[in-house]
Nanobody
Framework: QVQLVESGGGLVQAGGSLRLSCAAS????????MGWFRQAPGKEREFVAH????????YYADSVKGRFTISRDNAKNTAYLLMDSLKHEDTDVYYC?????????????????WGRGTKVTVSS
């Protein structure tokens, strides 16, 4: 079992940066691949980024590629999402998720554990 808690959200101007953190409980964090998703009210949850258990392989949605960076520190049981060059359309609630099984990394139902989310608002 893994419990995830996101932090780092807030209000930022367009063009600015934020770093989200996802703190995980449990001793087996390093065995889980991590993902970040986002969701706006009334919309489906959208894939943002994914990192394998070691963090050596990462994937990004086209909409954030080149601007966002996912990373993890297994010694600290924490995953991160560094968001640069933020745009108004990046405004959403951001969720981190963990999984230790296969499936498409960009599909939310392939993840077993979810945090409660952190709100990011980008003013234009």
């Amino acid at each position: 079992q893994v419990q995830l808690v996101e932090s780092g959200g807030g209000l930022v101007q367009a063009g600015g940066s934020l770093r989200l953190s996802c703190a995980a409980s449990g001793r087996t964090f390093s065995s889980y691949a991590m993902g970040w998703f986002r969701q706006a009210p009334g919309k489906e949850r959208e894939f943002v980024a994914h990192a394998t258990w070691s963090g050596s392989i990462t994937y990004y949605a086209d909409s954030v590629k080149g601007r966002f960076t996912i990373s993890r520190d297994n010694a600290k049981n924490t995953a991160y999402l560094l968001m640069d060059s933020l745009k108004h359309e990046d405004t959403d609630v951001y969720y981190c998720a963990a999984r230790n099984r296969g499936g498409s990394y960009y599909v939310d139902r392939s993840y077993d554990y979810w945090g409660r989310g952190t709100k990011v608002t980008v003013s234009s």
